[in-house]
């Protein structure tokens, strides 16, 4: 069984669990009800000069234990202090450490677009997200097939975006066929963990122009940042690096020279 599939396993046995506990109604009608102002993510990253979205992550299921004991208030407001222009927050509990609690504390703490980051597979947890402040969510082109359509369109109904991502040309295709707006090109594989960097540069030009596009996983230092730049990449999603860095404002300033 690959990463993906256990994941998707594991996410319908908790959502089960969630759905009876609170219908997905209540949920949507406190969102409706609410409607809070959240800052839009496609606006933030499509500012002139390459955009940081900084993540707040506890773990992974290739390096293990990075940050167990984050704030996520506190690190988001650093972030937002040292430049970037979204923050990402993992709620994945089982293999990344995260919760929804940690979103919610984010999304109070700062002014920017926070990126609700997890395996999306259900209506459900798009407006658990928007409940919780998220301005987008992640929906991975690689669990989701031809659902893909209809989870972007369930973010639209609940008033967020949503950044898709993709790891082949087929994943790029179908994001396009689906009216993505936002892609982000991860370069690691979520079934076997590896990173193939070359990615960033095959996929890239496969993304028209009019496309916000996002570079992920592996990003360490400013020679990388540049290379993505010339790529012509709107913004980079920075996790690892980051929150291991003993000062992450100054690891920010580093890759944006």
Known sequence: MGFLELVAQEKRESL???????????????????????????ENLSIKGMSVIAEVK????????????????????????????????LTEENHFQGSLQDLREACIATRLPVLCKDFVIDPYQVWMAA???ASAVLLIARMLGNQLEGLLAECREAGIEALVEVHSFPEVELALAAGSGIIGVNCRDL??????????????RGIPPGVITVAESGIRDRAQVQGLERLGYDAILVGESLVQAEDPADKIKQLLG
Not at 58 to 74: F, L, N, T, V, Y
Not at 77 to 88: F, M, T
Not at 191 to 204: C, P, V
């Open 16 to 42: 089960r669990q969630l759905k009876r506990q609170v219908p997905l109604e209540h949920i949507m009608q406190r969102v409706k009800a609410a409607r809070p102002y959240k800052p839009g993510l496609a």
């Open 58 to 89: 506890r773990a992974s299921p290739s390096r293990g234990q990075i940050a167990p004991g984050i704030d996520a208030a506190k690190t988001a407001v650093r972030y937002e202090k040292a430049g970037a222009r979204a923050v990402s927050v």
């Open 131 to 133: 409940e919780c402040g």
């Open 191 to 204: 079934d076997t963990l590896a990173i193939d960097a070359g990615l960033h540069g095959s996929l890239r």
